[in-house]
């Protein structure tokens, strides 16, 4: 197993790992709107939701992988009402074959954040 650190997504606020290489898979922690360069969450779903998969781009390069190679992905949100903006933000990281998804409503997220995502990739 192999630990990814990279300050190009926000440092870790507890006690995991930013991602973790385990054989030919790449697994990131759940990434919330922080801007690494600031520490300051982006304020709006649609921000929220573009450092999110900024974040996630820079974990999953770190690792020498690409969203291009994410295979799974796990979605909180605060509000099912945001469903559809995030979806159109979504688009934009990925393409078909778009990975398999599980995307569900949550009571709350760390900073109190609207959205956070983890994803599996293949290196």
Do not use: H
């Not at 790449?26 to 939701?49: K, M």
């Not at 690409?66 to 099912?80: A, C, S």
């Amino acid at each position: 197993m192999k630990t990814i650190a990279t300050d190009k997504a926000p440092a870790a606020i507890g006690p995991y790992s930013q991602a973790q290489v385990i054989g030919n898979l790449v697994f990131t922690s759940g990434q919330i709107g922080i801007d690494p360069a600031t520490g300051l969450l982006a304020e709006g779903v649609e921000a929220q939701a573009n450092q999110v998969f900024k974040n996630l781009t820079a974990l999953l390069e770190a690792a020498g992988s690409g969203m291009n190679k994410v295979v799974k992905t796990t979605v909180f949100i605060k509000d099912m009402n945001d469903f559809g903006k995030i979806n159109e933000i979504y688009a934009q990281y990925f393409t078909e074959p778009f990975p398999a998804r599980s995307c569900v409503e949550v009571a709350r997220l760390p900073k109190d954040t609207l959205i956070e995502c983890e994803v599996i990739a293949e290196l």
